[in-house]
């Protein structure tokens, strides 16, 4: 779940959970998908059978299908919530770690904590989150990151 925030005092949030997600399934169907859009269709992520012959034995999803979830994810339990929220925008990474494949077929879920939360201009809070990206049954995760978020209150 989500964290709510109060703005009135924005140092109590540091450290705090920022939700966990939902486990997601990534099927080949989706890395198909991802692979058309962004015309990335090297054989490791498309082609099934060569997959088959390289040390992970299947294919995997592309690391940027994995880092792109976590929008998904954001609207799924990960993330922070000002009261009056208007909107929030993606304003960035200041860091990203791909440290596994996903699989095909493996099931994958969002966690966060807060590291930073500054208030840019008035009803603009920039907060930066500890991303980590699991991957069912896995001790390594898939993804680490640290995400920049900016949300609006009116």
Known sequence: MTIRIDTANLAACIGQDAGTSDWFAIDQQRINDFADVTLDHQFIHVDPERAKETPFGSTIAHGFLTLSMLAY?????????????????????????????????????????????????????????????????????ALRAEWLSMVFAG
């Open 73 to 141: 994810f954001l609207q799924n339990g990960v993330g922070v919530d000002v009261p009056n929220r208007t909107m929030g925008v993606n304003y960035g990474f200041d860091k990203v770690r791909f440290l596994q494949p996903v699989k095909v077929g493996s099931r994958i879920r969002a966690s966060a904590k807060v590291l930073e939360a500054t208030e840019k201009n008035p009803g603009q809070y920039l907060f930066k989150l500890d991303i980590t990206v699991e991957i069912e049954g896995e001790d390594k995760p």
